[in-house]
């Protein structure tokens, strides 16, 4: 993820930094809690954490003691001493620590290979480096610890729940400076806080976990970009189509899912005796679709597209608010083609990919993910598969990052992450070829030579899902929708009761010009002024006795300093004009 500054260079990489950190965090932390046992401390992107058994939960408020702690450290640690032992040694070294997550790490650590540990001062870790040479080379005034919080040992919800220390390190106080004001920026533009403070959407773990409910503002988001959806995909040619929410459980088991993603997959619910589940994907559905006649190469290529909700087994401490759900509506389209067709088919795709992403200024770098060692499929199809994804890219002219083994079982795929405002990568679109289901679901065609033959499959998704799309975009936007999503683009501001029938008519026909508008009366101007921006609404129309006399308005734009004096039909043309760019700007 890039950063809005370039951080300062050191004698070591950063990682080797917040690595070295760590380790000072850890030996601070047990200095305080000597019967508190350690597991792992990783460098991570920006920062670090380690996580600990500790005797008591520790809080925010404990941080400051520890990092003192750790300043204090610095001053006695010395070098970091590397050492190679044995097994037996290691083992020996950690048991009379009393430290048994060592124990268990160093267990996983293949035959054959180096039991390493780093040292400073008293402390001692099991640990493979890299680091800085002496603690003198990290900055007492480089780090901060940010939060605490919880996390099951190993990820694994039937194990212990350890508690996880987050921190950051630079090699300048200037550069932590800048790196804390980021951070407040990224927490300021969160979607759970906004979504609380705009009335976006909510959780409710009664109802079920990972579960989101769309208010009306935000469901009128979600309306606006479906339909925006849906006009690119009745111009690109798709079909729309809809499938059931539960099939019977043998379809899971023809499509392979129930094999290879049963942890995913919600459990059986009994209907007339049989097993049913609950829909992790929508591919069987449109397959059984395409299934259900005999269709020759003329009808080809088919293009089937669904908004269609699926549910997948998220454990709960990987739940995040729209990011991360079990519930979810996936864009969902799957193209049926021959193999001559795909390249043109995969061009469409990368089309209608680019005119997503940047309608919403995202950046975005696409990766080709090729063939992992366990996969399917002979060298033959994966080779055209290939072919046709990188000469598509060709021809939009666009860059392929490679992603060595990082295509799907089944086929080969170019994946999209975009960058956001603050430069944060999210996970993006994706186009996927498949040769799995075509086999399993015995698809066929007939070709022009009267044979029956296999189409080729591709799957694509050009949200991903909408709830994490929408999530993403709240904080992109910082709760700034663009006009064209806006739910509450303008509020009408009579100055006095004299102008409040004028402003009922204005309201009126902003109204029937298609956007929505409400007026406010109560309490003083500035503080109506003050409310609507807080509440992230664009548009004031301010109205006082000149304007009402003259037939104008006074219009207050976010992010414009000057007022401007306008006719309601310039005002509304203008409305017009950045709603059918979707421009970005008010």
């Not at 380790?23 to 047990?30: E, F, G, K, N, T």
């Not at 799907?408 to 993006?428: N, S, T």
Request: glycine letters at 8%; one cysteine or more; proline letters at 6%.
């Amino acid at each position: 993820m890039s950063l809005p500054f370039e951080p300062q260079s050191g004698p070591v990489s950063l990682e080797a930094l917040r690595h070295s950190v760590s380790h000072i965090m850890a030996d601070a932390v047990l200095r305080l809690f000597p019967e508190g046992k350690v597991a792992i401390g990783p460098p991570i992107e920006h920062g670090f954490y380690y996580d600990f058994e500790l005797p008591r939960p520790l809080t925010e408020e404990d941080l400051p003691q520890i990092e003192a702690k750790m300043t204090e450290l610095l001053k006695q640690a010395g070098e970091f001493q590397y050492s190679r032992l044995s097994r037996a040694e290691a083992t020996k070294r950690l048991q009379d620590a009393g430290q048994p997550y060592k124990v268990e790490l160093l267990a996983d650590i293949p035959e054959g290979e180096d039991i390493t540990f780093y040292d400073h001062g008293t402390w001692s870790d099991l640990c493979e480096g890299p680091h800085v040479e002496s603690a003198g080379q990290i900055p007492k005034d480089g780090f901060r610890l940010l939060s605490v919080a919880g996390a099951y040992w190993r990820g694994d919800a039937n194990n212990a729940m350890l508690q996880r220390i987050y921190g950051t390190a630079w090699w300048s106080k200037k550069d932590l400076k800048k790196y804390l004001v980021y951070l407040e920026e990224v927490q300021a533009r969160d979607h759970r806080k906004l979504g609380r403070e705009h009335d976006l959407f909510s959780l409710h773990p009664k109802f079920g976990a990972g579960l989101v409910f769309w208010h009306p503002k935000l469901g009128h988001v979600r309306r606006e970009l479906e339909a925006w959806w849906w006009q690119l995909h009745d111009q690109a040619g798709y079909w729309p189509v809809y499938t059931p929410h539960v099939a019977g459980e043998p379809v899971f088991e023809q499509s392979g899912h129930l094999q290879n993603y049963s942890e995913m997959i919600w459990a059986p619910m009994d209907v007339d005796g049989h097993p049913h589940r609950v829909k992790p994907m929508n591919c069987p559905g449109h397959v059984t679709i395409f299934n259900s006649r005999r269709h020759s190469y003329r009808d080809l290529p088919l293009r089937f597209a669904e908004l269609g909700t699926v549910y997948r087994y998220e454990p709960s401490g990987t739940l995040h608010g729209m990011l991360r759900v079990r519930g979810f509506t996936q864009d969902d389209a799957h193209i049926f083609s021959t193999p001559g067709q795909l390249e043109d088919e995969i061009v469409g795709v990368l089309d209608m990919v680019h005119t997503i992403l940047t309608t919403f200024g995202y950046q975005y770098t696409a990766y080709l993910a090729t063939r992992p060692e366990k996969s399917l499929g002979s060298d033959e199809v994966w080779e055209h598969a290939m072919n046709a994804l990188k000469a598509a890219a060709a021809r939009r002219q666009l860059p392929l990052q490679d992603d060595p083994g990082g295509g799907v079982f089944y086929g080969p795929k170019i994946d999209f992450k975009m960058r956001d405002a603050l430069g944060r990568e999210w996970q993006g679109p994706t186009v996927q070829v498949d040769f799995n289901l075509p086999d399993r679901f015995d698809i066929k065609f007939n070709d022009a030579d009267n044979e029956l033959k296999r189409p080729v499959m591709v799957h694509r998704a050009l949200f991903g899902s909408l709830e994490r799309f929408v999530g993403g975009l709240i904080e992109h936007f910082a709760g700034w929708w663009p006009l064209w999503l806006h739910p509450n683009p303008v509020v009408v501001l009579p100055i006095g009761s004299d102008q409040e029938s004028a402003a009922g008519d204005y309201r009126n026909q902003i109204a029937a010009a298609g956007f929505r508008a409400e007026i406010r009366t109560d309490g003083p101007l500035r503080k109506r002024i003050r409310d609507a921006e807080l509440e992230k609404i664009p548009y004031m129309v301010v109205l006082g006795g000149r304007e009402v006399e003259q037939g104008v308005l006074n219009l207050r734009v976010h992010g414009v300093k000057e007022q401007r004096s306008l006719t309601m039909a310039d005002f509304l043309a203008y409305l017009r004009d950045r709603r059918d760019q979707k421009s970005l700007d008010y």
